[in-house]
């Protein structure tokens, strides 16, 4: 399952964003640091509109959505890599996950405090990834002072060497792992340390409900900075994700729709993390259930078939593929495979987004 770390300076709307994203979690959300100890963990549904009309189309009892995992660790503060705050427990949590998401406060509010003393998103946000950059660079060097008598005997420790020593020139001058260009054999090679600067970011700009559709000062510079950085930045507001939670689904997109805006925080964060990790939606449906399945780009046929159990990756014979825009201007299966909409792929197929499959295959 997909995990996504939410992380930032304490009083930056952490809690209360990853309280409104989870609505039942029991994250604490205090106007006060170190508010969260332990990372709380929250599993949510990805929305996806394409499901329903899926289930309807097929009669399905189930519709079952993908899911992602978001955990709310705790506000980081400078001199974290060497301890401080609660700075050891921080940097392990981020280790766990598969991308970070930075919210940065880009709000006003005399009765919020600020750990700075003042609002300033291109500060806060050079705490934590100087943080992380440092916590990075005291891992490499005390790797490539364990490895340091092995190199002139041992060819694979001198490789290992000879990227690191590229990689912690590169940390000196304050750039991140991820913005490193290595081969994929360089990424091989120093998977095993799990840099936490080579972590894929999103940088989410926690506004206030009258700045979230145009966004304002503040959050132009954090747009500005994602950009040079190639990361992601969204739009998101703690305040109105609260709002939210208590809405039934017309409610919410009359809310949204009132504030100019045509998603919620959820949605444009999942969307920007699979942006980000380059990750596409597949559909299996049928009487029994409908069901989303999340695969990696680039993925083969029997590479996805295998998301739902190694049998079906093993024993691949053929997948009968669909559109979904395909099958849902159909009608129904029947009218698809009578117009010869429904295709029969094989192991080199690569599957698209939206692909609706069934798969063939040996027991």
Same mark, same amino acid.
């Given at each position: 399952?997909?995990?996504?770390?939410?992380?930032?300076?304490?009083?930056?709307?952490?809690?209360?964003?990853?309280?409104?994203?989870?609505?039942?979690?029991?994250?604490?959300? +205090?106007?006060?640091?170190?508010?969260?100890?332990?990372?709380?963990?929250?599993?949510?549904?990805?929305?996806?509109?394409? $499901?329903?009309?899926?289930?309807?189309?097929?009669?399905?009892?189930?519709?079952?959505?993908?899911?992602?995992?978001?955990?709310?660790?705790?506000?980081?503060?400078?001199?974290?890599?060497?301890?401080?705050?609660?700075?050891?427990?921080?940097?392990?949590?981020?280790?766990?996950?598969?991308?970070?998401?930075?919210?940065?406060?880009?709000?006003?509010?005399?009765?919020?405090?600020?750990?700075?003393? /003042?609002?300033?998103?291109?500060?806060?946000?050079?705490?934590?990834?100087?943080?992380?950059?440092?916590?990075?660079?005291?891992?490499?060097?005390?790797?490539?002072?364990?490895?340091?008598?092995?190199?002139?005997?041992?060819?694979?420790? +001198?490789?290992?060497?000879?990227?690191?020593?590229?990689?912690?020139?590169?940390?000196?001058?304050?750039?991140?792992?991820?913005?490193?260009?290595?081969?994929?054999?360089?990424?091989?090679?120093? /998977?095993?340390?799990?840099?936490?600067?080579?972590?894929?970011?999103?940088?989410?700009?926690?506004?206030?409900?009258?700045?979230?559709?145009?966004?304002?000062?503040?959050?132009?510079?954090?747009?500005?900075?994602?950009?040079?950085?190639?990361?992601?930045?969204? /739009?998101?507001?703690?305040?109105?994700?609260?709002?939210?939670?208590?809405?039934?689904?017309?409610?919410?997109?009359?809310?949204?729709?009132?504030?100019?805006?045509?998603?919620?925080?959820?949605?444009?964060?999942?969307?920007?993390?699979?942006? $980000?990790?380059?990750?596409?939606?597949?559909?299996?449906?049928?009487?029994?259930?409908?069901?989303?399945?999340?695969?990696?780009?680039?993925?083969?046929?029997?590479?996805?078939?295998?998301?739902?159990?190694?049998?079906?990756?093993?024993?691949?014979?053929? +997948?009968?593929?669909?559109?979904?825009?395909?099958?849902?201007?159909?009608?129904?299966?029947?009218?698809?495979?009578?117009?010869?909409?429904?295709?029969?792929?094989?192991?080199?197929?690569?599957?698209?987004?939206?692909?609706?499959?069934?798969? $063939?295959?040996?027991?």
């Amino acid at each position: 399952m997909l995990k996504a770390g939410i992380v930032g300076l304490p009083n930056v709307g952490k809690s209360t964003l990853f309280n409104a994203l989870v609505e039942n979690s029991k994250a604490q959300a +205090a106007n006060f640091p170190f508010c969260t100890i332990e990372p709380n963990k929250g599993i949510v549904s990805v929305p996806d509109e394409r $499901l329903e009309a899926l289930g309807k189309l097929s009669s399905s009892n189930n519709i079952i959505p993908t899911k992602i995992e978001f955990v709310d660790i705790a506000g980081l503060v400078k001199g974290a890599s060497k301890g401080e705050g609660l700075g050891n427990k921080f940097l392990s949590n981020i280790r766990e996950v598969d991308a970070i998401v930075h919210v940065v406060r880009c709000f006003e509010d005399n009765e919020v405090i600020h750990v700075s003393g /003042k609002v300033n998103p291109l500060d806060d946000i050079e705490i934590i990834n100087l943080e992380l950059n440092l916590a990075d660079l005291s891992q490499l060097q005390k790797r490539r002072e364990r490895i340091k008598k092995q190199i002139k005997t041992n060819k694979d420790a +001198a490789d290992e060497d000879f990227i690191l020593e590229k990689i912690e020139l590169s940390l000196e001058r304050g750039i991140p792992v991820r913005s490193i260009d290595l081969s994929y054999e360089e990424i091989f090679i120093i /998977k095993q340390l799990g840099f936490l600067t080579a972590k894929p970011i999103i940088y989410a700009t926690n506004l206030s409900e009258s700045d979230l559709e145009k966004g304002n000062d503040y959050s132009e510079k954090v747009i500005k900075f994602a950009s040079e950085e190639k990361a992601e930045c969204v /739009k998101i507001s703690a305040q109105v994700e609260s709002e939210l939670v208590d809405l039934d689904i017309e409610e919410k997109m009359d809310y949204l729709n009132d504030l100019g805006v045509k998603e919620g925080g959820l949605s444009s964060l999942i969307k920007a993390t699979y942006k $980000l990790l380059g990750l596409k939606t597949y559909f299996t449906t049928g009487e029994k259930e409908t069901k989303a399945w999340t695969i990696k780009s680039g993925m083969t046929a029997p590479q996805a078939a295998g998301i739902i159990h190694t049998d079906f990756e093993r024993g691949f014979i053929r +997948a009968q593929t669909i559109s979904y825009e395909n099958l849902i201007n159909s009608g129904s299966i029947v009218n698809a495979k009578n117009k010869g909409l429904v295709r029969s792929e094989g192991k080199e197929y690569i599957v698209c987004e939206g692909d609706v499959m069934e798969f $063939l295959f040996n027991v």
